[in-house]
């Protein structure tokens, strides 16, 4: 039977009411501060480390290899606060018990294993990886340490997603035979070449990437070049991708193709246009992000299913009931119905505050290594099947084929 507002009201409501998802941290002692370090201090980064102090934790160290960077986050932690340019001291600094990794992306994986090495917890900001080895010698390192790790993909601790995914847990939607994941943004990228405002190390910078001489513009939008990242397909697709197969309790896709472009975007690598498709053998996902347009602005999920389909945006959630199939559908006149809706109301700081819950109480984060690598593993593919053209498999090794 497809739902009716009435009946899906009635019903829908039945074990939704939920405890608190997280304890404040103000509720805690003063002896149970937390101290953390703040590795990568950008625009995520000074957010996060302004997020985790209002949260009751202490900044002692900050690390950043861009001077002006540095600097601003200064003014936002305590005076006393250490500076750092090598991440490496910032973990021997005495008193740090997490840290807070928000570097781009080719870093995040020295970062975590030299992090879990120095016995820090650590909250390692999205995408968890720059390729498929790294997410498995990640996941590797996590498994083999006591330490506790949260990826700060938020939806994962956002009440009305939780909720959301409940329902699809109850069967509300019916089979599920497509997913369909969007972003859509008119970005004008500053990919400006012209000379840095202060000082950066540019060989830190670099880390791992193939060396080049220093070109302002890949400090200032590193998302735009492969040596530093997946770009926009998994710096939101990990988002995005993540919620869908929550959502249909999958593991990663079987397969991806990809299709994008570099539009009104000068000097970038990743594309600012593009649609990548992913086979998950019950289901097809599509992933599809235009930075060239506010049509349908912002991200968005729709899951659709046989009984009905639900819709995520920064909105909320909402379900439209299907009116059923029929031999001919052409002639139908019965509209979906609005059966449920949920605003948005949440806060970006219940990831950081659940992480923290944990660093406490030792139990799981509510994202997991093991979770961000599933979610990164298509957006991986497809950019893998973008760049080479073909469809590219999921081989049992975890590896593309």
């Not at 005076?79 to 021997?92: H, I, M, Q, T």
């Not at 299913?305 to 920064?314: H, I, K, N, P």
Request: glycine residues 8%.
């Amino acid at each position: 039977m497809n739902p009716t507002r009435r009946t899906f009201l009635r019903t829908a409501g039945v074990g939704l009411a939920t405890a608190p998802l997280f304890v404040p941290r103000r509720a805690w002692g003063a002896n149970d501060r937390l101290a953390y370090g703040a590795i990568g201090t950008g625009g995520r980064g000074r957010w996060l480390n302004s997020a985790f102090q209002k949260l009751g934790a202490q900044c002692v160290a900050l690390c950043d290899v861009y001077e002006p960077n540095l600097e601003a986050a200064k003014k936002d932690s305590p005076p006393d606060a250490k500076s750092f340019v090598d991440y490496r001291e910032l973990l021997a600094h005495p008193g740090i018990d997490f840290v807070v990794i928000a570097t781009p992306d080719h870093h995040h994986c020295p970062n975590l294993l030299d992090s879990l090495a120095a016995g820090k917890d650590v909250y390692l900001e999205k995408p968890l990886s720059l390729n498929l080895d790294q997410s498995r010698q990640m996941v590797s390192a996590v498994k083999k340490s006591k330490q506790i790790v949260q990826i700060g993909m938020h939806r994962r601790s956002m009440p009305f997603v939780i909720r959301a995914v409940k329902l699809v847990d109850e069967g509300v939607l019916g089979k599920i035979t497509m997913a369909k994941a969007m972003w859509n943004w008119h970005f004008d990228l500053p990919l400006d070449n012209s000379p840095l405002p202060g000082r950066v190390d540019w060989d830190r910078f670099q880390g791992s990437a193939p060396r080049r001489p220093l070109e302002p513009m890949r400090v200032r939008w590193w998302r735009a070049f492969y040596d530093y990242s997946g770009g926009n397909m998994t710096d939101q697709g990990t988002h995005l991708m993540d919620v869908i197969q929550w959502m249909t309790r999958s593991g990663p896709p079987m397969s991806a193709v990809c299709q994008g472009k570099v539009l009104e975007a000068p000097g970038a690598e990743v594309p600012n246009v593009f649609n990548a498709v992913f086979d998950y053998g019950d289901f097809i996902a599509s992933w599809t992000l235009n930075y060239r347009t506010v049509y349908d602005f912002d991200w968005s999920i729709q899951l659709i299913g046989e009984r009905a389909t639900m819709v995520l945006d920064r909105m909320g959630a909402r379900i439209f009931s299907d009116p059923g199939s029929g031999a001919a559908p052409w002639s139908q006149k019965n509209p979906m119905e609005l059966v449920y809706q949920e605003r948005d109301r949440d806060s970006g700081e219940a990831h950081p505050q659940n992480f923290l819950d944990c660093i406490k109480t030792r139990k799981t984060p509510n994202c997991t290594v093991e979770i961000a690598a599933a979610a990164v593993t298509g957006p991986h593919l497809a950019n893998i099947a973008l760049r080479e053209d073909r469809k590219v498999k999921l081989g049992k090794d975890g590896k593309a084929t």
